[in-house]
């Protein structure tokens, strides 16, 4: 089959790869039908993964159709339509247990030294505890399947991020990013019944979108300073609930700095910061830091229903699609910000 | 009347001043009765709070006998015997009517360019909101009212560390740090129903302590990595709550490196921190950070019920007495760790 390697810096290729086969009796082979490629997957594209090494797959995002399965998987069968968040995980650990899929133990993430799922097809450990069945009403419907991928990740990311800022009925909220995972951000928050959603950005096209999402007011300003100065003006005093959405020094900085005392920063943004956060602003008026790695497998569920209700379309963040040959062009695309976000049609 | 003043690193001098005054109606003058010294007092007498200015006053931890009341005052009146936790709050902002007290718009905090508690008499603003009556039955019993001395503000950070951990019945929780805050946190997992309580600290004699406070478990490596591994083994995995109650790099590493996933570190030591803390790790296994300058007014009510029902006795935590005269001598003790915490007498 062919699939998608990382060999460096700015280097993707398309290569043919042995086809994925059953190893356990918990695993499971899916033929992918739709991928992504993620904001997270810049940080190795530009070389700035130290732990990536050439040959690495590339890809976390997918859904597909199961062509087969291991002995002992009980839930999903040859033939049925899936969807895979891009964590893998047993369902019967502690922490699965617990919700937090990605702290699974015996549980991974897809890519990397793992399968990737910019591909044809891929090998699913544990398919009971990862692989969530897409109802037959949405199986063969295109439009539906394109509103159900960034369930995948960036969805039920943004949704974390929501839910670890605490927001909830009635809340003020700002998000701190307008990226694929900061519009999903705001999507969550009108979901949660946020009253006020502040959409923290530069982009005037992805401001727009998040417009569209839900969002009630936006800060657009490149000055981090005027950011939050604009957002404690608004809401006289600071957001009670802060989505981070980006992960860099910067907008952790704009994050702490423009949350209400006592309130919460949700950050969902891989962290790639070296300095020191602001833990004297934290300190002085007890803003709490909660979050993470989104356990999205515990979110999709919900999210799902909610997309074949036709209460939440995130589809428009992926705004370009690309053949699985293409996919070196989609992460160029994305690394020139000329994309939100890139689908992938094997 | 006499009070103790700042006048740089290591030089605190005890001098003449003026009486206090009632200057708005919503104050209150008291004399002081009783007062503490305080493991944060140490910052500034070791020159490492840039902030601090010669003639500053000294203190934020003390009881009394009011003497005068302002025309607007109500819940206090002319020799009551009160307590004051270490900040002053106006009880009807925004932030006061969610018990944030320490975030009151209009509020303070003793010492610094304010009146100080090591002093014989004090101007308390917002008598209403700040001072809590001590009830009839403790104001002349002194082994109560040393009892209750802590409640001013060690005690209730303790507290607050444990309550923003989020220790409930049954929780596993590691107290880092034993001083009079850590040892408070353990009293205060203890009061919420921790079932194991790990005390992670280098100074033999109060670790004893914190074992007659309620701790389970005594970790006194003084190499970090091997407090964190030891955590991890006896927990098999990490604490789900950790308690904080340093405030340096150092105890910011221990503590998120001994949380379990999805834990939370609940943290109330001021921070003086300049490098980045381990949010990689909080990121992978979402682990929370909560806390920050307690709300102490919050808890007093409660923790003095529990004091007066002799089901709370943070007293051991006062193991020096000194005359205001020898305050001087008191800092000096702690600033050579002789003594846990000390107690004035004025």
Known sequence: MKASVYYGKGDIRIEK??????????????????????????????????????????????????????????????????????????GSCEFCGKGLFTSCIRGGFWGGDNLGGQAE???????????????????????LLTRLLPLTDV??????????????????????????????????????????????GHNEAR?????????????????????????????????????????????????????????????VGVPHVQEAIDLDRMFRHNISLRGGVAPVRGYVPDLMEQVLAEKLDPSPVLDMKVQLDDVPKGYAAMDERQTIKVMVRP
């Open 121 to 143: 097809a891929i090998r699913a450990p544990f398919a009971d505890g990862t692989l969530v069945r897409i109802p037959e009403q949405a199986s063969n419907d295109e439009r």
């Open 155 to 200: 969805m039920g990311t943004g949704y974390h991020a929501a839910i670890s800022a605490g927001v909830n009925s009635g809340k003020t909220v700002a998000v701190v990013g307008d990226g694929a995972v900061g519009l999903c951000a705001v999507l969550s928050a009108r979901l949660l019944g946020a009253s006020r959603i502040i959409l923290v």
């Open 17 to 90: 790869v042995p086809d994925p086969e059953i190893q356990d009796p918990t695993d499971a082979v899916v033929r992918i039908t739709h991928a992504c490629i993620c904001g997270s997957d810049l940080w190795f594209y530009r070389g700035e993964e130290p732990d990536w090494k050439p040959g690495f797959r590339t890809g976390h995002e997918w859904m597909g159709i199961v062509e087969e399965v291991g002995r002992d998987v009980r839930t999903v069968k040859k033939g049925d339509r899936v969807l895979a968040p891009f964590a893998f995980s047993d």
């Open 207 to 267: 401001l727009k979108l998040g417009q569209k999402f839900g969002a009630t007011d936006l800060v657009s300003t490149r000055q981090d300073a005027q950011a939050i100065e604009e957002v404690i003006q608004m809401t006289h005093g600071g957001a009670e609930s802060v989505s981070e959405c980006v992960g860099n020094r910067a907008s952790f900085d704009v994050a702490i700095g423009m949350a209400r005392p006592g309130g919460t920063v949700g950050f």
